[in-house]
């Protein structure tokens, strides 16, 4: 009789075919990224991930400058009335609201601290910004000479959220929000599908994230926008995952908060506004997009650190000599450049069991692991390993070697991500051309422990949010975007409505979503 296979063991348990949902938290304790605090639904991000953060923000700083806009910061605290100049947005806004309504405390009775001093007017923590700067906006700007303002800010915003996941949804998060006023409205349209471009070059070429880039639908637009565009990742148990978003204001914002500005013949004109964000999530997307069952794998390009050094310290004649190669490696490695920056090498010198340091490492992802014991030094020879290829494939180079093609090394990788993120977006993309196929697609085959099932299915849809509704409430599922391609799979090419049998100008993406 024959045994049945062995399996294979892994660093992170549950496997993500096993519990997706507490794999990717697994995923982020073990590469020791984030932590819940005591303030719930608030997390505590740890240097690893914050240092993920750094490096995004780095390079999105650069994209926003080169594109012309510059930083600068807003109050935390916003004035209710604000808000109320706007209907859609503080009808949109108005459940995730943190409100402050005193400002001191003082011992009540029982010597327990209260509330004192009520507020003339309560205080919204900011959930985004497109009023208070608004109000700025419209004392700095008189004249079309004042336009355009194009202005960035990186800051913490707080939705009172009911259910929370690290990284993917928190009461307080990390973001960057552009707020831009125009003198007219191809202008401030040309700005806006301009960052959504920039967030998806950001996405695709240094997250090694690939991403749609579409418009959402009415039901699905930022509160007081005319348009939202968004780009939506796949992640690895098929769902969608809204990874960045570009919204035209229109003049909605400008005409509550006074933004009003003489043009050149005179005649004056209320501004067209944009705003623009993407947050902290980017970090829960690229867990998803990239890491597999022994811990986090990063792009090389986003990786804090792209190659650790770890010695193999056995020996105490051979200590010293040891160390002294790894030191030199390491300073031949950080003289090396990759993609426009020095390589960053960390050298591990911690007294602990070498499997155990090079576990750690394998979880927080970085790119290239290299050991270093006495053998290896009089061979002049490195043993290494790339993570994308798994633990056990590692292989001996001359030093010299390894330090001539790291930058190639680790540029291989990063483009390996991104195809392979690809190739797995095309595996579990379909099209759909009946209710019932759309309907199958999104139903799990075992409900009461659901498997991982379906993906992104683009059908035809004629506009009915009726439609919309009911999708969400039979499936799940929403619409994620209206494509902007204009080639390959996602062209406008009309065709039927499977719900309604109706004329549709294009195909949409339909899927389940964080």
């Not at 902290?280 to 022994?294: E, K, N, P, S, W």
């Not at 391609?485 to 979503?513: I, N």
């Amino acid at each position: 009789m024959s045994q049945p296979p062995a399996q294979v063991k892994t660093a992170i348990t549950p496997t993500r075919a096993d519990d997706y949902p507490e794999w990717y938290q697994q995923v982020i304790k073990a590469a020791d990224l984030a932590e819940n605090s005591p303030v719930r639904g608030c997390m505590v991000i740890k240097p690893w991930g914050y240092a993920l953060w750094e490096n995004m923000q780095r390079a999105l700083d650069r994209r926003f400058k080169d594109t012309g806009h510059v930083n600068a910061y807003f109050p935390l605290f916003i004035p209710l009335s604000f808000l109320e100049k706007e209907a859609a947005h503080v009808e949109g806004f108005a459940k995730e609201c943190a409100v402050v309504t005193h400002s001191r405390l003082v011992a009540g009775p029982d010597g327990k601290l209260i509330p004192a001093s009520p507020l003339d007017e309560p205080l919204i923590v900011r959930p985004t910004s497109e009023t208070i700067i608004g109000e700025m906006y419209a004392k700095w700007v008189q004249s079309h000479r004042d336009l355009p303002i194009l202005i960035n800010q990186w800051a913490n915003v707080v939705r009172w959220e009911m259910r929370t996941r690290l990284f993917l949804r928190t009461t307080e998060f990390l973001w960057q929000e552009g707020h831009t006023a125009h003198a007219t409205e191809a202008e401030a349209m040309e700005e806006t599908r301009k960052m959504l471009a920039v967030y998806a070059d950001f996405a695709e070429n240094h997250l090694a994230v690939p991403v749609i880039q579409g418009e959402k639908t009415a039901g699905e637009r930022f509160p007081g926008a005319v348009n939202t565009y968004c780009i939506e990742a796949m992640m690895q148990d098929r769902k969608a995952l809204q990874a960045g978003t570009s919204h035209f204001l229109g003049q909605n914002f400008a005409q509550s908060a006074g933004i009003k500005f003489l043009d050149a013949q005179g005649k004056q004109e209320f501004a067209w506004t944009t705003s623009w964000g993407v947050s902290t999530r980017l970090i829960g997307g690229v867990i998803m997009a990239h890491a597999d069952d022994d811990g986090l794998v990063l792009p090389p390009r986003l990786a804090p650190t792209h190659v650790v050094i770890l010695p193999v310290l056995h020996k105490e004649e051979t200590r010293a000599k040891v160390l002294e190669y790894c030191q030199k490696l390491r300073a031949e490695l950080r003289a090396t450049r990759y993609a426009d920056q020095p390589l960053e090498v960390e050298l591990d010198t911690r007294d602990l069991r070498g499997g155990d340091k090079v576990w750690q490492w394998v979880k927080k992802g970085v790119p290239l692991i290299v050991e270093v014991g006495p053998r290896d030094m009089d061979k002049d020879c490195v043993f290494w390993g790339r993570r994308d290829k798994g633990p056990k494939n590692r292989t001996s180079t001359p030093r010299a070697e390894f330090v001539a093609g790291v930058a190639g090394i680790l540029e291989e990788m990063q483009q390996g991500l991104l195809e392979r993120a690809r190739q797995f977006r095309r595996d579990n993309t379909r099209v759909l051309d009946t209710k019932e196929d759309i309907y199958a697609y999104f139903t799990a085959k075992t409900p009461e422990k659901p498997e991982i099932h379906g993906g992104f299915a683009l059908a035809h849809w004629n506009g009915d949010p009726a439609i919309e509704e009911q999708l969400g409430k039979d499936l799940k599922v929403t619409i994620r975007c209206i494509p902007l391609d204009t080639e390959g799979e996602l062209a406008p090419v009309p065709g039927t409505c499977p719900f309604t049998g109706q004329v549709s100008p294009r195909r949409v993406v339909l899927a389940k979503a964080y």
